[in-house]
């Protein structure tokens, strides 16, 4: 599975900003997917994530501002990042959990989020 992402950049507090993913390439075998993040310094944390036809999961700190969605037909997965702080601030990266009995982890080149204080 190949995962492409796109979105991000520069963003003011309190603002938004989407980020979407797109996959190609063994689509149908994709349990899951989602988006990870890694601040500076950080290790790398769950942000959101959708199991096919299963309700999102999120991290804690960012419940009630972002939201995860899928379109199953197209493979995709977006976030949309509303109310943002300055600690939101990271890589983000799209994931993928798939396979056909044994299950692999995919990931997107990752995209730069800046919440600028």
């Known amino acids: 599975v190949q995962l492409q992402a796109s979105g991000g950049g520069l963003v003011q507090a309190g603002g938004s900003t989407r980020l979407s993913c797109s996959a190609s390439?063994?689509?149908?075998?994709?349990?899951?997917m989602g988006w990870y993040r890694q601040a500076p310094g950080k290790q790398r944390e769950l942000v959101a994530t959708i199991a096919n036809g299963d309700n999102p999961d999120y991290n804690e700190s960012v419940k009630g501002r972002f939201t995860i969605s899928r379109d199953y037909a197209k493979n995709t997965v977006s976030l949309q990042m509303n109310s943002l702080k300055p600690e939101d601030t990271g890589v983000y990266y799209c994931?993928?959990?798939?396979?056909?009995?044994?299950?692999?982890?995919?990931w997107g080149q990752g995209t730069l989020v800046t919440v600028s204080s």
């Open positions: 390439g063994g689509t149908r075998s994709i349990k899951s």
């Open positions: 994931y993928s959990r798939a396979g056909w009995g044994a299950l692999y982890d995919f």
